[in-house]
């Protein structure tokens, strides 16, 4: 049995941050910003709007594109470093809102590759046989740890949510290989004390070299090559990490997906949020290989190589 991608659903804020309002608040540039790292806004959600209520948001969708209803789902796995709170965790709010009573649920920890990370756990279930259905969420309300007098990190992150439901797809569809790493040595590098603590440089370096040689591994694991890239969705951290990966793969600047000049980086949300624009722009079509490559603070990476389609 191969588990794909079922259905899908994002949220973001309505909140628009722009490179112009961060002029005011710390000591920088529009022309900075936007040459250094591709932002040019970023979502911020409100108060009131917590991290369950933008997975809720987006997990709704999801369930709606599947055309799976909430009763259905066998489990939840919500990918998160910013939960409302410590416990219980979000995937168990968003469990008792959407009404998914046979759902067992618990979130998992690795940073922006966290939806990489879930996805690639919702498959092991799915390809055994254990479960039919399993919703997962990358979700970040980064703002909340975001230290707004620190230039080095306040401009680059936002707010927002994806969803995917991963299920059984029919052969030669669905998730045909992965990878996920981990490298604690570099835990150092990106981490949170009260906000956002980034040694900008050496995560920079880092996610460089591994996005693109676990977009590379993806494809060797499913006996693949470069030219049978028909799409990449990497991680949104930096413009200049991405079109090196682009690079990596040989890739035209029109098969990679941007998203980070609407969106900043919002972590585990990044690359759900992108999926689900890239099909509504008619980006990926049935039958398409796409590569989805992430990393983060741990640090954490990930990849996975798609023909989409159920
Ligand atoms: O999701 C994973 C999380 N994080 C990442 O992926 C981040 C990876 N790193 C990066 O994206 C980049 O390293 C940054 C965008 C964070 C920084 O870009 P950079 O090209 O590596 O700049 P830098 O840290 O080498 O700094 C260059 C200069 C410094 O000034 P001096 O020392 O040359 O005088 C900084 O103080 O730019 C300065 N600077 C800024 N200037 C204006 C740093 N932040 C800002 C800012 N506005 N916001």
Same mark, same amino acid.
């Given at each position: 049995?191969?588990?794909?991608?079922?259905?899908?659903?994002?949220?973001?804020?309505? /909140?628009?941050?722009?490179?112009?309002?961060? %002029? #005011?608040?710390?000591?920088? =540039? $529009?022309?900075?910003? *936007?040459?250094?790292?591709?932002?040019?806004?970023?979502?911020?959600?409100?108060?009131?709007?917590?991290?369950?209520?933008?997975?809720?948001?987006?997990?709704?969708?999801?369930?709606?594109?599947?055309?799976?209803?909430?009763?259905?789902?066998?489990?939840?796995?919500?990918?998160?470093?910013?939960?409302?709170?410590?416990?219980?965790?979000?995937?168990?709010?968003?469990?008792?809102?959407?009404?998914?009573?046979?759902?067992?649920?618990?979130?998992?920890?690795?940073?922006?590759?966290?939806?990489?990370?879930?996805?690639?756990?919702?498959?092991?279930?799915?390809?055994?046989?254990?479960? /039919?259905?399993?919703?997962?969420?990358?979700? %970040? #309300?980064?703002?909340?740890? =975001? $230290?707004?007098?620190? *230039?080095?990190?306040?401009?680059?992150?936002?707010?927002?949510?994806?969803?995917?439901?991963?299920?059984?797809?029919?052969?030669?569809?669905?998730?045909?290989?992965?990878?996920?790493?981990?490298?604690?040595?570099?835990?150092?590098?990106?981490?949170?004390?009260?906000?956002?603590?980034?040694?900008?440089?050496?995560?920079?370096?880092?996610?460089?070299?591994?996005?693109?040689?676990?977009?590379?591994?993806?494809?060797?694991?499913?006996?693949?090559?470069?030219?049978?890239?028909?799409?990449?969705?990497?991680?949104?951290?930096?413009?200049?990490?991405?079109?090196?990966?682009?690079?990596?793969?040989?890739?035209?600047?029109?098969?990679?997906?941007?998203?980070?000049?609407?969106?900043?980086?919002?972590?585990?949300?990044?690359?759900?949020?992108?999926?689900?624009?890239?099909?509504?722009?008619?980006?990926?079509?049935?039958?398409?290989?796409?590569?989805?490559?992430?990393?983060?603070?741990?640090?954490?990476?990930?990849?996975?190589?798609?023909?989409?389609?159920?």
């Amino acid at each position: 049995m191969n588990a794909g991608i079922v259905g899908i659903g994002r949220y973001v804020p309505e /909140k628009v941050l722009t490179n112009a309002d961060l %002029e #005011k608040m710390v000591d920088t =540039t $529009d022309e900075w910003i *936007r040459t250094r790292t591709g932002i040019e806004e970023r979502r911020i959600a409100s108060d009131d709007i917590d991290t369950s209520d933008m997975a809720f948001y987006a997990a709704e969708k999801a369930l709606t594109n599947a055309g799976v209803l909430a009763e259905e789902l066998d489990m939840i796995i919500v990918a998160t470093v910013t939960p409302d709170n410590p416990f219980p965790s979000v995937a168990c709010l968003i469990q008792e809102r959407l009404g998914a009573k046979k759902a067992n649920a618990f979130d998992i920890s690795a940073a922006c590759a966290g939806f990489m990370y879930a996805t690639i756990t919702a498959k092991q279930f799915v390809e055994a046989g254990t479960y /039919k259905n399993v919703l997962v969420v990358g979700v %970040e #309300k980064l703002s909340k740890i =975001t $230290d707004w007098q620190d *230039r080095n990190t306040a401009v680059l992150f936002g707010d927002g949510a994806g969803a995917a439901v991963i299920g059984p797809v029919s052969e030669g569809r669905g998730i045909l290989s992965f990878e996920l790493g981990a490298d604690g040595t570099g835990a150092k590098h990106l981490y949170q004390d009260e906000n956002i603590i980034m040694n900008g440089r050496e995560v920079f370096k880092f996610a460089v070299r591994q996005m693109g040689e676990s977009a590379v591994n993806v494809l060797e694991k499913a006996g693949l090559t470069k030219e049978d890239v028909d799409y990449l969705i990497p991680h949104q951290a930096n413009i200049r990490i991405m079109e090196a990966a682009r690079e990596r793969l040989g890739l035209p600047e029109e098969k990679m997906s941007i998203t980070i000049n609407k969106y900043g980086n919002t972590s585990a949300a990044s690359i759900p949020i992108s999926l689900v624009e890239e099909l509504e722009n008619g980006k990926i079509k049935e039958g398409d290989l796409i590569v989805m490559v992430g990393f983060g603070g741990g640090l954490t990476w990930g990849a996975i190589a798609l023909r989409w389609g159920r």
